[in-house]
């Protein structure tokens, strides 16, 4: 049976990035009456320096970023990773099963670590590791991400099968990424190559999910383009990476297809479809910012449904865990 796992970093505020390429397919996927698992992974986030007030307050603005976005507390499993010891204890297997020269590979611990990798931290360097971890301990077979997470989920298909192999097992299913849709990868609204991140230094470079009306406006008005109009077919999108990010925005929040956005819209000037995207954008993320808002007023709820949610996701990863460890040759596994 079809399982969804999926996670986010409480590492600041959500971008519209991540509303695209994360939350709003997580909604839709619960809506499938599949079975959906969603982590605040906050293990994750202190792979970096993260302000422990800071760390607090992101994880529970997390939780009411999902909750706002249409992540059902009561449909779907929705927790804070540190709650759930089975993630770190399986991940400790996988930091024995991967290979250095593998995790050498991955891109984001280049971007991430900078020129001065040498200073990273270890857990940075194990990260892939930790989200097979994620993953695997729930047996997830299906793993809604945006583009940027595709050569994670390789590494999370690596391990699984070396695992099996090794052990002669057939134990840790082949995970399948799950990267469908107009907003796979969101763009940075100043530079068209790169993508939209809460971590950016500049704020004119994103939508936060906590923007209010205006500041949208203003940020799509400021957006970079370039002097042409909109082509009036998908191919003349090609080159013009702003125009299309833009045009994928539209299509995304306004559950089309690109095409679909192009009979509409091409051949228009900025000047005109800015403000149509602006609308649309204040209109579909006005009402997720006001609920979060409301919910962060009770932060004891949040933090009672991450415990339920804790509780919940244990129930499914313990047995995995000690399945493991037994197959590991661990005395005392059950
Ligand atoms: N720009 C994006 N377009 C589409 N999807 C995106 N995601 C993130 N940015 C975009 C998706 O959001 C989920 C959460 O990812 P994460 O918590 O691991 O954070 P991240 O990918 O590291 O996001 P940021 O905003 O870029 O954070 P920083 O700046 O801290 O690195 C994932 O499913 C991701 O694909």
């Not at 839709?28 to 422990?52: F, N, R, S």
């Not at 990273?120 to 590791?129: E, M, Q, R, T, V």
């Not at 070396?162 to 082949?174: A, L, T």
Request: net charge negative; proline share 5%.
């Amino acid at each position: 049976t079809p399982r969804v796992f999926s996670g986010i970093q409480p590492s600041g505020g959500l971008t519209l990035g991540n509303y695209l390429g994360a939350l709003k397919r997580f909604a839709d996927a619960q809506d499938k009456g599949i079975e959906t698992i969603y982590c605040m992974v906050d293990l994750h986030a202190i792979t970096v320096w993260q302000d422990p007030a800071k760390l607090r307050h992101a994880t529970r603005e997390l939780c009411a970023g999902f909750i706002a976005s249409g992540v059902d507390p009561q449909k779907s499993i929705l927790f804070n990773q540190s709650q759930v010891a089975e993630h770190a204890q399986m991940a400790w297997i996988f930091n024995c099963v991967a290979r250095m020269g593998w995790m050498k590979r991955m891109t984001q611990f280049k971007d991430k670590a900078g020129k001065n990798a040498e200073n990273a931290s270890l857990g940075l360097f194990g990260y892939p590791a930790l989200m097979a971890a994620d993953i695997l301990v729930y047996h997830a077979t299906h793993v809604p991400v945006g583009e940027d997470q595709k050569q994670h989920l390789e590494l999370t298909r690596d391990i699984a099968m070396k695992f099996n192999h090794d052990y002669g097992v057939d134990f840790f299913p082949i995970t399948e990424p799950v990267i469908e849709g107009a907003a796979t990868r969101v763009m940075s609204l100043r530079d068209g190559s790169k993508k939209m991140s809460k971590s950016d230094p500049s704020d004119m470079s994103r939508i936060n999910l906590t923007d209010d009306a205006d500041t949208i406006a203003k940020k799509i008005r400021k957006a970079k383009t370039d002097p042409e109009p909109l082509p009036s077919e998908v191919e003349g999108l090609e080159n013009r990476p702003e125009a299309r990010n833009l045009i994928n925005i539209f299509a995304a929040l306004s559950d089309q297809t690109v095409d679909q956005v192009m009979a509409e819209v091409g051949g228009k000037a900025f000047s005109e479809f800015k403000p149509m995207l602006a609308d649309l954008a204040v209109a579909q993320m006005s009402p997720i910012s006001t609920e979060m808002s409301r919910l962060m007023q009770d932060t004891a709820e949040i933090d009672r449904i991450l415990e339920a949610g804790a509780d919940r996701a244990r129930a499914i990863a313990a047995p995995i865990l000690q399945r493991t460890y037994d197959i590991v040759g661990m005395v005392g596994a059950r």
